[in-house]
């Protein structure tokens, strides 16, 4: 079963109409290179590629 990942960051190439993403997976990292995070603020895709 596909996991269905909604995201907004529309210039991502990964993105699509509705708030998509059609990566077949993606990265997600705490920020600063921490493998810990204290809230949703500290997460971020890094499958992440501008289109
Ligand atoms: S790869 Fe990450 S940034 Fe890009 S659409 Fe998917 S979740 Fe969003």
Known sequence: MRLEVK?????????EKGDQCVADSIYV???NGREEAASVDETACK???EC
């Open 7 to 15: 995201c907004n960051v529309e210039n991502c190439k990964y993105w």
């Open 29 to 31: 990292v705490g920020l």
């Open 47 to 49: 499958t992440f590629e």
